[in-house]
């Protein structure tokens, strides 16, 4: 039983995310995700980003954050000294997981910060620092919070509030970069160097302007929560994580850099995605799930300490090989980032040549044809009426289906 008080099931499409290279490495990747065209457009992005030879990607350790908050410190500056000499005692006593000590993680640095001027007076905060390896580490880290806290309150003379992970998990990054020639843009309305400053004038808009950069990011998104859905991983904690991350500067902004390298004659589009991502291999439901388990098989992520499965035994490249690629939570991580760049990618060139609804308007009329009733052969048929039409509403296809059923109800 994974919740509470269940009734059901709630099922999402499972897509295949293609054409991804990333550090020379062919990838298909699983996406869970009900939004019509977000398969398709990764997959183009990943095969324009195959021009430029693909995705290179790297990532910090797998270093989460447990907060611990000491209130009614008498002198903050004394309580500070105090809990930094005692590190490794602290770190001692937040060693709660012996099979993250044995995997080279566990608890690794403390940290201690002085908040003022909040309603509640000023509060005392230390910082955890927990190499977490393979798993999301939410209760690695709480349980770590939970167990030094005590130590903590006798350290500063204050009282423990909250024991808890932080999901600004800056010390866990990630990154993917890009780097692709002009000429792959290029179609018969626009020329490559056109579309390139299109896309980087389009990121300096999101960079500057949060309203935009809030659409932006939500379209890295679209790729990002699909892979972590398909793998089982909680999506919520890597969003709360990279929108405050976005704000770092005290500005909401673009998560993505693009912009235009070389001279004219030799122009190409350079693209950096970094955020925080805490996921996990293990742990969660990423084992749990059937399906995210599969996912990570897709991966190549779930082989450890398991027989390769026969079907993958004689595979070719696609999704590397056990002996040979990277595995783990940093390397989901980091393919994460390749979609989001992905996406980011195929968004920002919809946008600044034929607009985001062409492509989208297809897709868009078939869910609204399937909305109205329409199944098999009439989806398509309505859908096309309906692009024809330029009249893309649930309403009208209810219309179309009653004249195609009374068609064939005949007189
Ligand atoms: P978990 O506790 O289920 O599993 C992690 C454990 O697996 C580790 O503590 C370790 O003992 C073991 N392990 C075995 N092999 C390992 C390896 N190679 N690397 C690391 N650990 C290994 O999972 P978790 O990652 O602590 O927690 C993830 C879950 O917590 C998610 O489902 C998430 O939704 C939930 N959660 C999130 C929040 C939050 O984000 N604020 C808060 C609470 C819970």
Not at 86 to 96: F, H, P, S, V
Not at 149 to 159: K, T
Request: glycine fraction near 10%; charged fraction near 20%.
């Amino acid at each position: 039983m994974m919740i509470e008080n269940v009734v059901g099931r709630f099922a999402l499409p499972l897509g295949i995310g293609a054409n991804f290279q990333i550090n020379g490495q062919d990838y298909l990747v699983p996406m869970a995700i009900e939004e019509p065209s977000v398969v398709a457009a990764v997959s183009s992005g990943a095969l324009l980003a195959r021009s430029g030879g693909g995705f290179s990607t790297s990532s910090t350790d797998p270093v989460m954050i447990a907060q611990v908050q000491l209130l009614d410190v008498p002198d903050a500056a004394k309580a500070e000294s105090a809990i930094l000499a005692a590190k490794d005692q602290i770190l001692g006593a937040a060693d709660t997981s012996p099979t993250l000590t044995r995997l080279g993680g566990g608890p690794k640095e403390i940290e201690v910060r002085q908040l003022t001027g909040t309603p509640a007076g000023p509060m005392l905060i230390v910082h955890l620092l927990i190499d977490c390896q393979d798993a999301m580490g939410a209760n690695a880290a709480n349980t770590a919070a939970e167990a030094a806290a005590p130590l903590l309150e006798r350290l500063s003379g204050g009282r423990a509030g909250l024991r808890i992970l932080s999901n600004l998990s800056d010390r866990r990054r990630a990154w993917a970069e890009v780097e692709i020639p002009a000429d792959a843009f290029r179609s018969n309305a626009f020329s490559g160097s056109e579309v390139i400053h299109g896309i980087a004038e389009a990121n300096a808009f999101a960079y500057a302007d949060p309203y935009r950069a809030a659409t932006h990011n939500k379209g890295i998104f679209n790729g990002v929560d699909a892979v972590l859905l398909a793998t089982g991983n909680d999506w919520r904690a890597v969003e709360a994580g990279a929108h405050a991350w976005a704000a770092r500067d005290g500005q909401y902004r673009a998560l993505t850099d693009w912009h235009v390298r070389g001279r004219a004659d030799s122009e190409s589009l350079y693209g950096r995605l970094e955020l925080p991502i805490a996921v996990g291999t293990v742990g969660g439901a990423t084992r749990s799930h059937p399906s995210a388990r599969l996912a990570l098989r897709i991966l190549g992520l779930d082989l450890q300490g398991e027989a390769p499965i026969e079907s993958e035994k004689g595979r070719s490249q696609a999704n590397g090989d056990a002996g040979e690629c990277q595995q783990g939570a940093r390397a989901l991580s980091e393919i994460v980032a390749a979609v989001g760049l992905a996406q980011n990618l195929a968004a920002l060139r919809a946008l600044v040549t034929t607009g985001i609804q062409h492509g989208h308007m297809r897709l868009h009329a078939r869910q609204m044809a399937a909305s109205a009733g329409a199944v098999g052969d009439a989806v398509e048929h309505i859908a096309g009426q309906m692009v024809a039409e330029g009249n893309i509403r649930v309403e009208r296809a209810k219309e179309l289906l009653q004249e195609k059923n009374g068609r064939l109800a005949g007189p």
